[in-house]
């Protein structure tokens, strides 16, 4: 079956980077949309980048220039590099997977059908 793990998380100062993986398993071909969503305590699950199948990449204005998406292809690992985390990235960080077409132009949970159990970073000021 297919399965998504999360690792990479964990506490780190403000102005720290920090690199998030997401193993994927269970697939049979490479998902119409890959991403990561954040959600902190009390607020809503918020989309915050995404790789499509085409290679193409989008991010969230609100960490734009500051997080990149990328693929390690041959051993199905998606991968979230965030640079200058400030306490408001405080959330945890879920990798989720999409065989939906209207993936491909909304980020937003309803569109992805499977997700991951999440890694928690918490950021210190």
């Known amino acids: 079956h297919v399965q998504l793990v999360e690792s990479g998380g964990g506490s780190v100062q403000a102005g720290g980077s920090v690199r998030l993986s997401c193993a994927a398993s269970g697939y049979t071909g490479n998902p119409v949309c890959m991403a990561w969503f954040r959600q902190a305590p009390g607020k809503y699950r918020e989309g915050i980048a995404h790789?499509?199948?085409?290679?193409?990449?989008g991010y969230a204005d609100s960490v734009k220039g500051r997080i990149t998406i990328s693929k390690d292809n041959a051993n199905n690992v998606l991968y979230l590099q965030m640079r200058n985390l400030q306490p408001e990235d405080t959330a945890m960080y879920y990798c989720a997977t999409s065989s939906r077409s209207d993936c491909t132009w909304k980020l937003v949970p309803s569109a992805y059908d499977t997700w991951g159990q999440g890694t928690q970073v918490t950021v210190s000021s």
């Open positions: 790789l499509l199948k085409n290679g193409d990449e």
